[in-house]
Structure formats: C-alpha cells, structure tokens
C-alpha cells in the first residue's frame, strides 16, 4: 500500500492508498519538532482505530515545510523500510516539468495539484487552494503547471484583522445573510466572504483574459466549498486533488522504472 502525506503550513494529511482507493485518511496539525516516532504511534494507533493493517511499502511526501522532511523520511525508511519520493527534490520524476523563469523554485503543492487535476480534467486549468495561502495554479493543455497568483489565505486575513485592529474580534468564516452588516461581526464576515468571492472571480477572470482560451476552474482545500456555495466561482470541487495527485505522481515514477 501506497501511504501519501500532503504537508502543509497548517496541516498535514496522511492517505492510505490501495491502487485508485483511498483506505484511510488522516489528519494531524503540521509541526516541525514531531519525531518520526511520534509520527508512526500517532498513524499506527489511528489505523488500528480503523481496523486497518499498518501495511506500507511505498511513501511519497509533498511538503511545503522544508523542516518537517527529514522526520518524514525517517518515518519511512524506520518503519516502513522504504525510500520515500519527495515532490520538488531531484529524484522524483514529474509527468511535466513546470514552465516558469529559470531559477524558481515551485511549491510542492502546486506541483501536485497541476499533476492531479490534469489527470482528472485534462488540460488548461486554473486549480485555486484555499489553503494557508489562497493559490492560483494554471495548468498547460499538456498539463505542466506554467505560473499562477498566491494571495493570502482567509484565516490568515482574519487573524490579521483581529490582531492588528485592537478592536475587532475574532470570528468565523461564514456567508452572511446580507452584504451590509449592521454589527462588527457581520460587517467583518460580509468583508471576508464576499471579499474573497471577488478575489477568486476577479483573478480566475483576469488569468482567463490573459490565457486567451477556455479554461476549467477547479476549487480545492476545506473552505472551498463555502466560496462556492450559491455562485458559479467554479466548475469542480475536488477535496482530495493533492492526494490524487500524489498517487499519479507516485505511479510515473514507477513506469519510469524510477524505484
């Protein structure tokens, strides 16, 4: 079985693969000083949980934390005697290389959404992540990623509001009944919401401009489909696009006999 770890600023998901099925899915906040024990009493316990075999022979990890890495490969090669694919590094072949200026490093992340949406909806695509950061990925017709936009996140614009302004508090994300607000916390909300709604309308419609062609816009991360609700931001939600991206990711490598 194929174990698939998608690292990000905030979270970090485990996914157990069986050929195209997800087994399990697991989820733990991302922290740079977990150690790969740690690591394998938290899985195992949750596996067991679900009655599943701990049963892994294959890792691949997309990390956009640089510091949780070496842990993770630790993880593998101790306790599933295996040689972890790392997105980004060298080693690990990509079904398309990006197009972008010499020298820029991609995200991890927006390697492997380009690879999973491609493989999902073909070519010429705008995959938005609502994660950390909100990011914009625009998939090629061959489906190399060949740039995008990175905006702040949601939950990072509202911890900024309420930690820069002494007198707003903190709320939740969620669509207010009506635009104009008639206390802070709605007013707030209202500003969120539908600020963000412009934000992935406003950029989705200014890259298809410049694109000059059609192109599907696929919504991705947990608020996504708050963002979408009642509106036509997007074409397709898809929650587990890095995931699937991964096993794709995982599977060239094995046609390219790279073991």
């Not at 949780?68 to 060298?90: E, I, M, S, T």
């Amino acid at each position: 079985m194929l174990l698939a770890i998608d690292c990000g600023n905030t979270n970090t998901v485990f996914s157990v693969l069986d050929g195209d099925k997800a087994l399990c899915t697991l989820r733990t906040a991302t922290d740079h000083q977990m150690t790969a024990d740690q690591y394998f009493v938290w899985f195992s316990t949750l596996m067991e949980h679900h009655k599943l075999p701990v049963d892994i022979n294959a890792v691949i990890i997309s990390s956009t934390v640089p510091r949780v890495v070496f842990n993770l490969r630790v993880l593998a090669d101790r306790y599933f005697n295996c040689r972890p694919y790392v997105v980004g590094k060298p080693e690990c072949l990509l079904p398309r290389q990006p197009r972008v200026d010499a020298g820029t490093v991609v995200g991890p992340d927006r390697l492997v959404n380009s690879a999973g949406a491609y493989d999902r909806y073909g070519g010429n695509l705008i995959v938005v992540d609502f994660g950390t950061a909100t990011t914009f990925d625009v998939v090629a017709d061959d489906g190399a990623y060949v740039g995008g936009v990175i905006a702040p996140g949601v939950n990072l614009s509202l911890q900024a509001l309420h930690e820069m302004a002494a007198a707003l508090p903190h709320v939740d994300v969620t669509k207010p009944q009506k635009v104009i607000g008639t206390n802070t916390v709605a007013c707030m909300q209202s500003g969120i919401f539908w600020g963000y709604v412009g934000l992935v309308r406003g950029i989705t419609e200014q890259i298809q401009a410049e694109y000059d062609r059609p192109m599907k816009v696929i919504s991705t991360g947990g608020l996504a489909p708050l963002f979408g609700q009642g509106d036509t931001l997007y074409d397709h939600f898809d929650e587990f696009i890095t995931i699937h991206g991964l096993r794709i990711i995982y599977d060239y490598n094995l046609e390219q006999g790279n073991a």
